[in-house]
């Protein structure tokens, strides 16, 4: 790979522009909203979304990782059931996909 | 303090949110430290100064694009590869549009100069610990405003140490680090469990970023699972 110039014009200007459109990600949804008019439907759709994010994000993973992932994540959500506490969740999804990688899978 | 009518009551800001959001936040920090270590390591080895990694830690503070960008980065930086950078930037962050509209209900009567700012960190831990403090009555906007300043110094910091000490975090495999995310985010799942009716619009999100992500590659798994389980959520009735 080749070095960057550091301290360079072109360096600062390109994060800067990562800067402003990653920016007008994270605003932007918000600052729409304001023109929007509000509806139950709306509502409910707002009401989906965290949960469809998350298995939006982590089930691809899971299908690219295999056994390990289901194992770890699989013990996680029981863990999170029965202790209601995302330390232990985490913990144990942890331990299980350590176990799991030093077993082999 | 309750109630979960669309925001025409303004939203405290309290130390008190914000300590609990501090908080709520300590399961996900091992995962954000090792995310931050990654992101630092990765500067340091494509020749990146100290200055500009850490510069685009504070002002980008979006790790995954980070790290695809510094991966394509160009020799010489024209307008085109300017341009390039921020689509790309737009395209692998586009689920905080998303994110950031679902925080409006709740937020929306809060005070553009507390709002905006806060935004700028906001981060996908930090976004569901929040919406799930709010899906259970919470009110406290100093929740998100905790839960954020917590992952995004813990993670800027790890990142100047990755970028110091570069190879540390060789073998984040070996104590299944890499899946601390995935785990969190997973656990998340049952305090917003609201019945197996719901959780359709969960499973349509599901097959429709596998699909997506098996048919096209890319990044736009994750919006088009969202969009597609948050339109099948709007248009379910409340059975339950």
């Given at each position: 790979m080749t070095a960057i110039e550091s301290a360079n014009f072109g360096v600062l200007a390109a994060i800067a522009a990562m800067a402003v459109a990653t920016y007008a990600m994270r605003a932007g949804g918000f600052w729409m909203m304001q023109h929007v008019p509000p509806?139950?439907?709306?509502?409910?759709?707002?009401?989906?979304?965290?949960?469809?994010?998350?298995?939006?994000?982590?089930?691809?993973?899971?299908v690219r990782d295999g056994i390990t992932a289901i194992l770890a994540i699989g013990a996680a959500v029981i863990a999170m059931l029965l202790t209601r506490r995302d330390i232990v969740a985490v913990l144990?999804?942890?331990a299980v996909a350590a176990a799991a990688r030093a077993a082999g899978l | 303090m309750s109630g979960t009518g669309s925001g025409s009551s303004k939203p405290p800001w309290t130390l008190t949110g914000f300590?609990?959001?501090?908080?709520?936040?300590?399961?996900?920090?091992p995962g954000m430290i090792a995310f931050g270590l990654a992101v630092g390591a990765t500067a340091a080895r494509k020749g990146f100064s100290f200055i500009d990694s850490l510069l685009m830690n504070v002002v980008v503070y979006a790790g995954m694009s980070q790290l695809v960008a510094m991966e394509a980065w160009p020799e010489r930086v024209t307008l085109?590869?300017?341009?390039?950078?921020?689509?790309?930037?737009?395209?692998?962050?586009?689920?905080?549009?998303?994110?950031?509209?679902?925080l409006y209900p709740w937020l929306g009567s809060s005070p553009p100069w507390r709002i905006y700012p806060t935004l700028h960190?906001?981060?996908d831990p930090s976004w569901?610990?929040?919406?799930?403090?709010?899906?259970?009555?919470?009110?406290?906007?100093?929740?998100?405003?905790?839960?954020?300043?917590?992952t995004a110094i813990g993670w800027i910091a790890a990142s100047c140490v990755g970028y110091a000490g570069g190879m540390l975090i060789a073998d984040v495999r070996r104590y299944g680090i890499d899946l601390v995310m995935p785990i969190f985010f997973a656990a998340m799942l049952i305090p917003l469990w609201r019945g197996s009716r719901r959780a359709i619009a969960w499973v349509v999100a599901g097959v429709v970023a596998v699909a997506v992500q098996q048919l096209a590659g890319g990044w736009w798994f994750i919006v088009a699972g969202a969009i597609a389980g948050s339109v099948v959520g709007g248009f379910l009735d409340d059975g339950d």
């Open positions: 509806s139950a439907r709306l509502r409910k759709m707002l009401e989906a979304l965290p949960g469809s994010v998350i298995v939006a994000a982590v089930l691809p993973i899971v144990t999804g942890m | 300590n609990l959001g501090m908080r709520l936040a300590l399961p996900i920090m085109g590869a300017m341009f390039a950078l921020a689509v790309l930037g737009a395209t692998v962050n586009a689920r905080m549009l998303l994110m950031s509209a679902a960190i906001l981060a569901l610990i929040s919406m799930r403090y709010r899906s259970e009555g919470g009110s406290d906007a100093g929740v998100l405003l905790g839960s954020s300043v917590i």
